[in-house]
């Protein structure tokens, strides 16, 4: 109903001027020719137009003011929308952005108008933004594109990028509006569920070559037993007979015992060798461990670093020893060439429920156990090998390729979870998380 009286009070305006235009004289002196009757008609008349004027005025203002009200209701839509808005020009010039996009990029909004979009790509994924632009020209379609941006304080994030084109009045397409979205928690947990998704083909790799094994050890450890039994018995035959006999017996002894280590190896990958175990305090058992690795470390620099409140787990203290000796030895080995440094470090981690990583791990309380070198690293093609009993690549004569193998069976034997990191040229770091024995709480 307003509007209606809005639009009829507008619409009769240019009538009712032509009405009053008609009524007025051509120059003052005509007015003296006329009436009373006539000047009071003349009168009413500019009056009733004067009205009219400020009516439209009036309606004018309100006009204006609800564009503003609505120009500014958009403008904070925009400007405070948790999305990243940005318009650029069809060379890339940036012509405006909202505060998400300033906040994302660490750069003020005045600082990014005329600014090259580019500028604020990484140098890797430049090729993907372009390639993104050509394809929006090409497709007139609505296009996405992932690529790495960089900050004004030279920090960067995995970005999303969803962008259209913009025609002007004459339909040319001179400007691209694009929503920036900040996906790097998105790309932290896709690389986290691939990496939970190798360690479980890993587990289930290594359980059944485990159990397998495991099989065989135990037949094969019953032939040793008959084997080592008839060793002993030909030996009380020989002793003082032959000396050749003797010597060779004893070769034969030693074969079987080096078997029979090889068989316990085997158990341990398969996770069927049952050992006593008890509270121990790891600071304790590493530093023990750590003697014998300093005696054979000439050039390597060993750095200590614990730093666990608890270090108290439920292990074998023997098997941890042989954990650590392994890693070691592995390091070690690595860096013989050119020397480096090897750290092991204790630490404590709290595991928490809706933690993407580590994988594999119930909530709870852990001890951090970390074997850390600065070697040559290991090759990304062979990573998920390394585990593998018999695979090794370390030259004859100086790797069983049980090492690895063994410890991840004592790993997952003490309820553990061993995870390896690795860089070429930087090094490789293996971490690994046992359940630690809670203190009881005094009565």
Not at 34 to 43: F, M, P, Q
Not at 85 to 96: C, E, H, P, Q, R
Not at 199 to 218: D, E, N, P, S, Y
Request: charged share 25%; glycine share 6%.
């Amino acid at each position: 109903m307003k509007n209606h009286l809005r639009k009829e009070s507008r619409s009769s305006i240019p009538h009712n001027a032509e009405d009053r235009a008609a009524i007025f004289p051509d120059s003052l002196h005509d007015l003296k020719g006329l009436s009373g009757k006539k000047i009071k008609a003349l009168v009413h008349a500019l009056r009733v137009h004067q009205i009219e004027l400020e009516l439209q005025n009036n309606e004018l203002r309100r006009t204006q003011l609800e564009l503003q009200a609505t120009r500014d209701k958009y403008i904070d839509l925009y400007d405070f929308s948790p999305v990243g808005y940005i318009t650029t020009s069809a060379d890339g010039t940036i012509l405006n952005a909202n505060r998400a996009v300033s906040t994302l990029l660490k750069t003020e909004k005045h600082e990014l108008m005329g600014e090259l979009f580019f500028h604020f790509v990484t140098r890797e994924t430049k090729d993907l933004l372009y390639l993104h632009r050509k394809k929006l020209y090409e497709t007139d379609a609505p296009q996405s594109c992932e690529l790495v941006m960089m900050k004004s304080d030279g920090s960067m994030f995995d970005a999303q990028l969803n962008s259209i084109l913009v025609a002007d009045s004459h339909g040319d397409f001179t400007q691209i509006r694009t929503t920036v979205f900040d996906i790097s928690e998105r790309k932290k947990m896709e690389k986290a569920l691939r990496e939970s998704e190798a360690q479980l083909r890993l587990f289930h790799k290594m359980a059944a070559v485990g159990t397998m094994a495991g099989g065989i050890a135990h037949d094969f450890n019953n032939l040793l037993m008959v084997m080592l039994g008839n060793i002993e018995l030909a030996e009380n035959w020989a002793r003082g007979k032959s000396k050749a006999a003797m010597e060779n017996l004893d070769a034969a002894r030693g074969a079987c015992i080096r078997a029979a280590g090889i068989i316990k190896q085997i158990l341990h990958v398969s996770r069927q060798k049952n050992s006593p175990r008890k509270p121990i305090r790891m600071t304790s058992v590493v530093q023990a461990s750590l003697a014998r690795v300093d005696a054979v470390s000439a050039g390597i620099e060993i750095k200590r670093e614990f730093f666990a409140e608890n270090d108290t787990i439920i292990a074998d203290p023997g098997q941890i020893h042989q954990v650590l000796i392994n890693l070691c030895d592995n390091a070690l080995q690595a860096m013989e060439e050119k020397g480096g440094r090897l750290t092991i470090g204790l630490t404590n981690a709290a595991i928490k429920e809706d933690a993407a990583f580590p994988h594999n791990l119930l909530p709870g309380n852990y001890l951090k156990f970390s074997v850390s070198d600065t070697g040559p690293g290991i090759e990304p093609r062979i990573l998920d090998q390394i585990f593998t009993p018999y695979f090794t690549t370390k030259d004859i004569g100086k790797g069983s390729g049980f090492g690895l193998a063994v410890v991840y069976g004592i790993l997952l034997n003490h309820n553990g979870r061993i995870f390896v990191s690795t860089e070429k040229g930087e090094g490789t770091t293996f971490d690994m998380y046992f359940p630690v024995k809670e203190k009881e709480n005094e009565a």
